[in-house]
T-cell receptor, first 113, second 115 residues
Framework: AQSVSQHNHHVILSEAASLELGCNYS??????LFWYVQYPGQHLQLLLKYFSGDPLVKGIKGFEAEFIKSKFSFNLRKPSVQWSDTAEYFC???????????FGSGTRLQVQP | GAGVSQSPSNKVTEKGKDVELRCDPI?????LYWYRQRLGQGLEFLIY????????KSGLPSDRFSAERTGESVSTLTIQRTQQEDSAVYLCASSFGGLNTGELFFGEGSRLTVL
């Protein structure tokens, strides 16, 4: 069965610091990869996605993620975080013909002004 | 409405009671998903509807859980004889045409507390 691991459960950064959130998945075949974000008091929304092509994917609000097939990873990055990036971030994978996304347990990011 | 709508937003019930949660997807979205999020955990897939196809019920944790969808509109998730471990936020999402479009649109969830 496919699974998604997010090793950082809670990350605290100061504004302007660089961010990298880890995401690893377990599936050897073709995968579709996603990052979703949930801002305080709001619903989950798509940040970025990877289906195929360039493994470096750019999303909204300056976020990007890199798909490294050999490492089964899809880490999320941002060069300089802002206080408004405080949120919970979820990595998700769709693989093996399953019709639903498998989500990681989430990483809570707190950015201090 | 413009987004996925869920009701009730909060529900407190006693152990053993039945509850019904409702989801109104975005108009025109053929796919509808239910997920459960327990405190401090990720989203757990429950059930998936796509058009008139048979639903994918592989994520339902027990026979106390069931869901229905009327055509390509409203869905209800029913939990019978609720238990304390059913306490969670139940999230509904919809998409146009399934996962090949890449984006699920989520509602704000129904928070269920079983006393």
């Amino acid at each position: 069965a496919q699974s998604v691991s997010q090793h950082n459960h809670h990350v605290i950064l100061s504004e302007a610091a660089s961010l990298e959130l880890g995401c690893n998945y377990s599936y050897g075949g073709t995968v579709n990869l996603f990052w979703y974000v949930q801002y305080p008091g709001q619903h989950l929304q798509l940040l970025l996605k990877y289906f195929s092509g360039d493994p470096l994917v750019k999303g909204i609000k300056g976020f990007e993620a890199e798909f490294i097939k050999s490492k089964f990873s899809f880490n999320l990055r941002k060069p300089s975080v802002q206080w408004s990036d405080t949120a919970e971030y979820f990595c998700a994978v769709n693989a093996g013909g399953r019709r639903a996304l498998t989500f990681g347990s989430g990483t809570r990011l707190q950015v201090q002004p | 409405g413009a987004g996925v709508s869920q009701s009730p937003s909060n529900k407190v019930t006693e152990k053993g009671k039945d509850v019904e949660l409702r989801c109104d997807p975005i108009s025109g979205h053929t796919a509808l998903y239910w997920y459960r999020q327990r405190l401090g955990q990720g989203l757990e897939f429950l059930i998936y509807f796509q058009g008139n196809s048979a639903p994918d019920k592989s994520g339902l944790p027990s026979d106390r859980f069931s869901a229905e969808r009327t055509g390509e509109s409203v869905s209800t998730l029913t939990i019978q004889r609720t238990q304390q471990e059913d306490s969670a936020v139940y999230l509904c999402a919809s998409s146009f045409g399934g996962l090949n479009t890449g984006e699920l649109f989520f509602g704000e969830g129904s928070r269920l507390t079983v006393l």
